[in-house]
């Protein structure tokens, strides 16, 4: 009797912390269109530059934990990531104050 009570509560348990939200779920965001209007351009390579900056954010964590491992392998790698970021957000800006230009 015991054994079915404890898996009866088990199994209620288990039913409640599945059901509930304890991941976080990815959010629906829309994306600006990099062909429309000269606003939702700007707006997609300002979107552009934020998902790089946090690319480069978790590449710098990368990069100073294989710092401490001493593996230079993975450090230069990262490295060259940051810069391809780096040069990725650089074209996005200089979309930006043309978008910006021509906008007024």
Do not use: W
């Not at 934020?50 to 710092?67: D, F, G, N, V």
């Not at 990531?81 to 990725?88: C, G, L, S, T, V």
């Amino acid at each position: 009797m015991a054994k079915k009570f404890l898996l009866a509560i088990f199994l209620c348990s288990a039913s409640m912390v599945s059901s509930c939200s304890l991941y976080k779920r990815r959010e629906i965001v829309a994306k600006p269109d990099p062909n429309g209007s000269v606003k939702e351009r700007i707006a997609y390579h300002k979107s552009e530059i934020r998902k790089y900056e946090l690319a480069m954010e978790t590449e710098k964590h990368q990069s100073m934990r294989a710092l401490q491992n001493r593996d230079m392998s993975e450090v230069r790698r990262s490295n060259n990531k940051m810069a391809r970021y780096q040069r990725k957000i650089d074209a996005h800006k200089a979309a930006i104050a043309t978008l910006e230009t021509k906008e007024n």
